[in-house]
């Protein structure tokens, strides 16, 4: 089979996932290249929320800063978002909170820590039931696109799951099972200081026959309704 039949083979196996009514918009790095994708995804008023838990385990100052910088990064380009900390709430406390933002915006880090959080807030199902009515827009890069994967087996060689442990007293390997298979960033000519360890994350799915999503940095995995493509 070639290269080109597998990748349209690929494509209609997350199509169907999804049933061709999904927004995404999945960064190996940042915004990556194309951020004007991202924004021609988001409808309504551009307002959103910013979901930081994959920094969990950074000092307060850091992960501060850092919010600040997301933040500021989406408004570069046109969209309002403030952040959303899962670590105040519960699934009740959660549906009250999260009104109807036009997109959810997932920094990177340590996925382990996101995909806790989100399933102690109760936010995973929520976002799962949004996205599959079209409500909103998912984007992120790095953890924030590989939580949607089926499973983050593979991923504790990059990411430790101690801090989920001693976060959230839990590890959860099972993602959100929006994409069809792994997302793996941060790859070929990646100066990024985990490259490496995602390389041989990748050659480990490869040599199991699992394909995966493969995304240097700079690229981003962009899906609009039966539109997938890798940019």
Known sequence: ????????????????????????YLSSYQLGDHPDA????????KSGWVIMNAFDGAAPEVRRRETERQIDNLAGIGLTAHELDLRAYDAGSLSMQFGRP????????????????LARSGADALIVDRLRSDALVYAGFSAGGCVLAP???????????DDALSLYGAVEFAGLNILDRPFVPHLGSSAHPEREILTQVAAAYAHEGQEYWALRDGQALVVDGSSVVLR
Not at 1 to 24: F, P, Q, T, V, Y
Not at 38 to 45: A, E, H, P, Q, S
């Open 1 to 24: 089979m070639s290269d080109a039949h597998k990748s349209l083979e690929n494509d209609c196996l997350l199509m169907s996932r999804h049933n061709g009514i999904m927004r995404l």
């Open 38 to 45: 991202f924004t021609d995804l988001v409808r309504g008023k």
């Open 102 to 117: 036009d997109f959810v915006w997932a920094r990177g880090g340590n996925v382990f820590t996101l995909r806790a959080a």
């Open 151 to 161: 499973s983050l087996l593979g991923l504790e060689k990059c990411d430790s799951t």
